[in-house]
């Protein structure tokens, strides 16, 4: 993560990175669109704005913020600071409850860091990482707000506001103020104020219908009249979420009456700062309102607070530890549900049930299956030393049936690297495939010339399509009739994506390269580890004939050739003799 706050730039500087709800939204979705970044989150506050990253961005997260900000790196980087890691958990644990907050202790925050969660996810930025952190974070905050309290006093922006404007301008009863805004904060200032007996009048704007939520005792006026309200008030509070001044030091100039304070409570700012000059015009912004002296700290709710949060630190720390081996243990649920749907396949078509009802206890049983070894392999993170997790689940793994060592994500599978080669010549490589198992997902046409070609050496073929063309039914594979599955290429040597459809193939080949396992894709060759030649053979003579995906009319051509002069230019008996 990077992030500003006021401990290291003033409202001025912090106010270029702050963000709307939806302009964070908008970032969060940008940054993993455009950037490459598995997740983001955009927490934008008055005190505050971080950018938080999952994965590895094209871009560090400050350079990747000014970026989405328009922003040039060279001019603030001194004002960020950079965490990663268990570092950057701490700081958001401890952020979550108000121990960073420029208000120690103030409640807001809590709010806050969950609608930038919130926020992420309606813009699909929140992935499963930064999902669990934030989700811990706040959770962790929610039982230290409701184990201790840490300070002495209640703390917020608005408490600290009405203590500050009592020391700017005495005894505040009977004061006229108008506050701008209805949000949330402009709502917590309206209802201090009404508390210290002011008489508070709160902008509203036009455009919204039906009823709103004013505190009790606070007058609504529309946001059209705020100027006109100016010579009638001694106080005005600003605290909207707008990106453009409230007030502007042209406008209010002229309908100032008298002394007025001007209280603003936004980043960015509400107020123009030139209003400060005119005549009987005192402004104040966060850094002049929550600055200063800290509330006295209770030090006996400080350190439980933080070993509460210590212990929600070392649960996520465990979760995300064992994100290691959760690809091992999801492989060795599905090898584990299809060994077990092969011992009952046949005793639930033994059953007389009809063709949907067969299919749908399958399913069950199937899903069943899958959930319960997935309960057990999941309950190690629980009951076993981290150390002791990937031994562990690589020896379930193995007994299984699954490869001595499972691949995981990111493993090498020798797919064409990225740059034009995608037509280069192919280097031929023939292997034993002697009771492989191979997975074909797709029943039709180009299946069946896949099947055709890998019937003669040896192989354990499994088609899996809800259509099966009678070409294959004749060839004795084990048929899967259904759609291709999420899951379905486990425990298997190599995978086939044979079908129609381009989003099926596709996939059926990031599945496979997800396990470690190499796949075919007929209808991208860039997606393929390895490709399909046209075969010649007679007994022990085997030839291979590839275009190198130029041209499948020219291979078949050539293949067709061979075939046709193999006994001219090779007598059978040569071949036959060499086969024994």
Partial sequence: MAGIDSSRAPVGVRERFAMTASAASEA?????????????????????????????????????LCALRGAE???????????????????????????????????????????????????????????????????????????????????????????FLKGVMGPLAGTPCLVIGNGEMGRLAARRLVDAGCRVS??????????????????????????????????????TASPHYTLRAAEVGPALAGPTVFCDLAVPRDIDPAIASLPGARVYDTDGICGGADARRDEAALTRAREILADGLA???????????????????????????????????????????????LDRLRASAEKTVDRLLFGLRETLPSELWQPCMDAVHLAAGGRAEPAGPGDFVPRPAAGGTENAPRFPLFVDLTNSKIALVGGGRVAARRAKALAPFGCSLTVIAPDISPEIEALGARIVRRAFRAGDCAGFDLVLAATDDRETNHAVGEEARRLGIPANVCDAPGECDFFFPAVVRRDALVVGVTASGTNHALAKAAADSLRARMEEWIPKEVTADAAT
């Avoid at 008055?46 to 990747?64: D, F, I, K, Q």
């Avoid at 996520?316 to 749907?341: H, I, K, N, Q, S």
């Fill in 28 to 64: 969060a979705a940008r940054a993993c669109r455009e950037f490459g970044a598995k997740g983001c989150v955009l927490l934008s506050t008055c005190n505050r704005t971080e950018l938080w990253l999952s994965g590895r961005a094209s871009l560090e997260p400050y350079e990747l």
């Fill in 315 to 361: 649960e996520f720390a465990r979760w995300y530890g064992f994100r290691a081996v959760v690809p091992a243990a999801r492989e060795t649920g599905e090898l584990a549900a299809r060994d077990f749907m092969g011992r009952v396949e046949r005793t639930v078509r033994g059953l007389g049930l009809s063709g949907e009802a067969e299919e749908d206890l």
């Fill in 202 to 239: 709160m902008t509203v704007r036009r455009y919204r219908h039906g009823e709103v939520s004013l505190p009790d005792g606070v007058e609504a006026v529309s946001y059209e009249e705020r100027l006109s309200l100016l010579p009638r008030v001694r106080l005005v509070v600003s605290a």
């Fill in 73 to 163: 790196p060279g001019a603030h980087r001194d004002c960020f600071v950079r965490r990663e890691g268990l570092e950057a958990a701490e700081h958001l644990f401890q952020l979550a409850c108000g121990m960073k907050s420029q208000v120690f202790g103030e409640d807001q925050i809590l709010t806050q860091v969950g609608t930038a969660l919130s926020l992420a996810r309606e813009a699909d930025a929140a992935d499963a990482v930064l999902e669990t952190l934030f989700r811990s974070a706040v959770t962790a905050a929610k039982k230290v707000k409701t184990a201790v309290r840490l300070t002495e006093a209640d703390q917020s922006v608005a408490v600290r506001m009405e203590a």
